[in-house]
C-alpha cells in the first residue's frame, strides 16, 4: 500500500465511516452507489485532497472516475503529484 | 387516470381535478377540525403554485372565513411574491397579514452570517452584491456541486465554487428565513387556534426540498401526495390566477433570481415529475427517455441523483429518536 492509499482509506474511516472499523469499503467500491458520499462529502473531500496533498482540484476533475473510490482518489493523487506516485510504505 | 397507459407519457400524470380536489377537501375538512381539533388553517402565501393551491383548496374546504393567508416578505424577495400573493388573497377573499421577517433575520444575523460565509471564496463581497446558490448540471458530472453566484453592483457576475464549510455557513445562515416563517405561521396558528399547512408538492417531500423545521413542518401537508405537474392541473381546476400558473418556480430564497432546478432538482418540474414517477413504478430508464426526448444514459443518472437525494432527505424526514417509543403519546390513546 501506497502511503497515498494509506492516507485515502484513513480518511474514508475517519470522515465517510465516522470511524466505524466493522465496514470495509473496497477499493473500487464506489462512493456515490454505497451512499457513503453526498455533495457536501465531495467539497469535504476537496478539502482534504487540496490540503493533505497540496495539489489544486480543478471544477472539471470532479468527475467519479477521479474521486469515486480509495483506488481512484489514489491515481488521482498520484497523477496531479507525481512526486507521491512511487513511494510506498 | 391517463388516456394512453401503454406508452409512457406525461399523460400518466394526468389527474381527474374535480375528483381530486373533493378527495382533498374531504381530507383537510376531516383532518383540521377532527383529527388535530382546530378551527382553521393558516397558509404561508409566496405567490407560487403550490401555496396558492393549498389556500384554495383549504377555502373550499373549510370556508374562506376560517382560512388565514401570511405574507411574510424578507429583504431579498422578489416583489412578485407579494404581489401575486395578494392577487390570489382578493380572489379567495381569505383574511390576511403581512409580516415583514427582514427585521428578525437581521436580529438573528441571517444576512451578516450569509454575507461572511460567501466573503470566504470571494473576498470582496459586500452588501451591495447580490447571490445565489447553484448546483452544477447532472450532464458535467455525476456529483453535483456547490457553487456561489455572485453579481457585483455593477452588474458583473461570477460564479465560485463553494468550499464544505462555506456552503454549509450559507445554507445555515439562509434556512433562518424558512425556519422564521414557519416560526411566524405558528403564531397566527396559536392565536386563532388554527392549524399550519405545509405546502410541499411530491417532488419537493420526497426529494427533501425542505428545511427541517422551516417549510417542512406544518400541521398538514394536503398535497405532499401530488406530482408538481398535477399541482398545476389542480390549480387550473381551482380557478388560481393565471398569472400564477405562468409564474416560473423560483425558491425566492437568494437576492438573485433562482429557478429550482438550478438549486436542486437536476431537470425543470415536468421532466423531473416523469422521471420520479418512472423510478416509483420501476420503468426502464429507456422507456422515461424516450417520453423525454432524452436518452438513456441521462436518465440513468437522474434515477441516482434521486437515491442520493433520498439519502439526504431521511434525515430531514426522521422524528427525534427515542430510545423506546412512549405509548401513551400515540394518537388515538
Known sequence: MTPVEAQVRQYVTDRLLFGRSDVVVEGDTSFLESGLIDS????????????????????????????DSINALTRFIQAKSPALADSRV | MGKNMNKFSPDHLRLDASAEAERIVFFIRDAVFTRLKRKGMVVGLSGGIDSSTVAALAVRALGADRVIGLFMPESDSSDDSLRLGQLLAKELGIKTFTEDISGILRGADCYRRRDEAIRTVVPEYHSGYKSKLVLSSLDSSEFRIS?????SPEGEQRKVRLTAEAFLALVAATNFKQRTRKMMEYYYADRFLYAVAGTPNRLEYDLGFFVKSGDGSADIKPIAHL???????????LGVPQEILNRPPTTDTYSLPQSQEEFYFSLPYDKMDLCLYGKAHRLPASEVAEALGMNEAQIERVYRDIDAKRAVARYLHMEPLLIEPIKETVAGL
Do not use: H, M, R, W
Not at chain 1, 465531495?42 to 474521486?67: G, Q, T
Open chain 1, 40 to 67: 457536501t462529502g465531495v467539497l469535504e473531500l476537496v478539502a482534504f485532497l487540496e490540503e493533505s496533498f497540496k495539489i489544486k482540484v480543478e471544477d472539471e476533475d470532479l468527475i467519479p472516475a477521479n474521486l
Open chain 2, 147 to 151: 457553487y456561489v453566484v455572485v453579481q
Open chain 2, 227 to 237: 406530482y408538481k405537474s398535477q399541482v398545476y392541473q389542480l390549480a387550473g381546476y
